[in-house]
């Protein structure tokens, strides 16, 4: 089993997925566990983002797809 705090899951052409674990942080050293919820909040900011970036690419007046015929033999 892995220590990680949060895994990345990526193969070419796919979704990438994002699985965050409860990190035991009593165990760690204060400064670590500082940088680790900055880490978190630059993560959620990313992801914020991204999302926002997605919401105004969908809001925006899309150009009309045209339709292509295909001759079927």
């Given at each position: 089993m892995s220590d990680t705090i949060f895994e990345v899951e990526?193969?070419?052409g796919e979704e990438v997925v994002l699985r965050f674990k409860s990190p035991k942080f009593r165990l760690l050293?204060?400064?670590t566990r500082q940088h680790l919820?900055?880490?978190?909040?630059?993560v959620l900011?990313?992801?914020?983002d991204m999302l926002d970036k997605t919401i105004e690419?969908?809001?925006?007046p899309?150009?009309?797809k045209r339709k292509?015929?295909?001759?079927?033999?």
């Open positions: 990526h193969r070419p050293p204060d400064s919820r900055s880490a978190r909040k630059e900011l990313a992801l914020r690419r969908a809001e925006e899309g150009e009309k292509t015929k295909i001759e079927v033999q």
